[in-house]
């Protein structure tokens, strides 16, 4: 079920509802059948894999809590690592390996579509969600849940099931256990968060998309300009696809006491590619910080090792988002930026020079700012890429300084960019809640009605997927 598709409102007012009126001690298995009734509406053998990571994790964590030899945990870790990964690979993966490796072999001709398998919705979000929790109790951050009902709602809560955030079961398991129901002020936050995201899917984002996706998507009909205005643009789709479906999520959760992490932190005013990284898919990126990039980072610091690092990482960030190589390239493309920042700071740190990050904004963050979201909107285009051949083509014929240039389209993607560039600076401040006080009743209630009057009038149609639905 979509969060932008009509089901989806009255089904989460029903959830509510019901939620009112069930006994305390019962709240957590009422949450666990709504979230698998959510999850099994459109393909109800989803729910035996999910199942089943579950009760895998939730008996390897039991075990690694009573296991004392380092051989025995090991060996637990190692069955949830090729447990869960092995499912991920063989669903997501299996296609594109076996497709290159008839590359190698010189049968290219052979078809490879025997391979492919239908993806689990949501899967590449609840394997890393369950693995940072037999890892986290592995390394004694967290003690082995020992309730199978708290554990499989940790798993499968339906506000961010689907495409996260990924969560950790420290931090999300103790709120699910004291869910509470609704009360006003939790529905007024939970309430501007989902209409907030769905006025950022259904009035900006798709609406952007459909007038900058011709463009993107026939680049050989393009001037150059055009098609940067094009990648810019499909930057910030994404960003505004994916960050609505964050605030529906942390919306709905709201709803049932359930404070969500942040996975979008102003992006667009990074003034650097690391910055731009740690800003975007938060709990991804800080998953792939924590589980893979600090166990490589021991020893010391050289060049050689920030860039095996970064590049290792950045691309794991890359393809977990597809079996493609062109999420291979957008990882290591953003890796090498990163890795470039990174060396320079490194050798001026070698000659003396302290490099301080500055917290405050100013005009001179402007060009930085520019030009960290041209590069980043440039590494999008492999995202958004069929092909790798698709990705080459697109560039070279951005390269070729065709000055081509429909005036009226251009202006109008500007308008549209500006829009969403303020969008992003009023919806992620931590002030929020503060600025929404400080308007009065009437202020509030005049942008409720306006919010409420372009979700009628101004929303698309017919809307797309969220675009993380497909990982």
Known sequence: MSFASLEFLPYLALVVGLFLFVPARLRTLALLVASYAFYLWAEPWHGLLLAGSTLLDFVVGGALGRARG??????????????NLGALVLFKYSEFFVENWYAITGDASRDASWARLAL???ISFYTFQTLAYVIDVYRGAIAPSRDIVSFA????????????PIERAGHLIPQLERASPV?????????????????????????????????????????SLELLLAGVAMNAVLYLDFSAYTDIARGAARLFGVDLVLNFRRPFVSRSPAEFAARWHMSLFRWIADYVYSPLSG??????RLWRNNCLTMTLFGFWHGASWTFLLWGLGSGAAISVQHSLRLARARRGVVTRERAGWSARDLLPCLGTTLLTSGFVVFFFSPDLRFGLDWYARLLSFDGRVDAAWSLGVLAALAVGFAAQLVGETRDLDAAWRRVGAGGRLALWAAALAALVLLRVPDPADFIYFRF
């Open 70 to 83: 380092a051989t025995a945990r090991k060996a637990l870790l190692g069955i949830s690592l090729a447990a």
């Open 120 to 122: 689990p919705l949501g």
């Open 153 to 164: 709602l940790y798993v499968s809560f339906f506000p961010q099931l689907i495409a996260g």
């Open 183 to 223: 009360d006003a002020a939790r529905l007024d936050v939970g309430g501007r968060l989902i209409v907030w995201g769905l006025l950022k899917k259904l009035v900006m984002a798709d609406h952007l998309a459909a007038v900058v996706r011709p463009v993107f998507d026939a680049p050989t009909d393009h001037g």
């Open 299 to 304: 020893g010391p610091l050289t060049h050689w």
